[in-house]
């Protein structure tokens, strides 16, 4: 398990940005957004000076929010490591971040159940 690490910097108009660290090495792994257990986007990390941190950015295709808490997955391009979320809220204001956390379990088991299933097939 690596230990690749995103920090949200923020989303202005419907792009969100935000920095890769810990990546090993000159090349940085294509990084991928899911919602729902699908792939939505790619991710093409830029470096960020001569540091070990790049930049990411993606657009939110407005078909993707709706209201209620929609957690966005950032995997490795494989999709068996989580590095990690960005919650997006959209309706009616919510008073605690609980539905978010219940959100991210539920799409972070999700993925668990499929690289699960995947590994007994392989080892049967």
Known sequence: MSKLTVQTLGMTAGKWEGLL?????????????????????????????????????????????SSGVQTFLFVTADGKETIGSFPVVAGEAL????????????????MFKRVFRQHCKETM
Not at 33 to 48: A, S
Not at 53 to 58: A, G, K, Q, T, V
Not at 95 to 110: F, K
Request: glycine share 8%; net charge negative.
């Open 21 to 65: 660290s810990g990546v090993a090495g000159d090349e940085a792994p294509q990084i991928s957004v899911m919602l729902y257990d699908k792939i939505i986007t790619e991710m093409e990390p830029v470096q960020n000076g001569e540091g070990k941190e790049w930049h990411l950015s993606f657009h939110l295709d407005p078909q993707h929010i």
């Open 95 to 110: 008073g605690q971040d609980l539905r978010a956390e219940i959100d991210l379990l539920r799409a972070e088991l999700d």
